[in-house]
Nanobody
Framework: QVQLVESGGGLVQAGGSLNLSCVASGRAFSTYAMGWFRQAPGKERLGKEREFLGDISRSGGSTYYADSVQGRFTISRDNAKSTVYLQMNSLTPADTAVYSC?????????????????WGQGTPVTLSS
């Protein structure tokens, strides 16, 4: 298992940018593909799944994004620092959510919560209009 801790969330104005970090400890970071998810306020009480944003391969050479963030969000990783990043640009109030990183040992597609083994606690991002 790997332990994950996100940081970098906060209050940002619409149109702004934010860069989230997720630091891993425990098992070798480079053996996991990493994903980013978010959950908007109140959605967990409705039993809604976290929204998949994108993932990055173990080497960092391949990324995949959800249509909702394609072109605005970028995922990168630094295996030497055991860290994965989520750069978010052109933010809107609809991006307000708790953002979580997750680690996956799955080799195939990784677009659902069940494809991931370990989760961070999340970092909140709030957009002001």
């Amino acid at each position: 298992q790997v332990q994950l801790v996100e940081s970098g969330g906060g209050l940002v104005q619409a149109g702004g940018s934010l860069n989230l970090s997720c630091v891993a400890s425990g098992r070798a970071f480079s053996t996991y593909a990493m994903g980013w998810f978010r959950q908007a306020p109140g959605k967990e009480r409705l039993g809604k799944e976290r929204e998949f944003l994108g993932d990055i391969s173990r080497s960092g050479g391949s990324t995949y994004y959800a249509d909702s963030v394609q072109g605005r969000f970028t995922i990168s990783r630094d295996n030497a620092k055991s860290t994965v990043y989520l750069q978010m640009n052109s933010l809107t109030p609809a991006d307000t959510a708790v953002y979580s990183c997750a680690a996956s040992s799955r080799l195939g597609p990784r677009v659902g919560s069940r494809d991931y083994n370990s989760w961070g606690q999340g970092t909140p991002v709030t957009l002001s209009s």
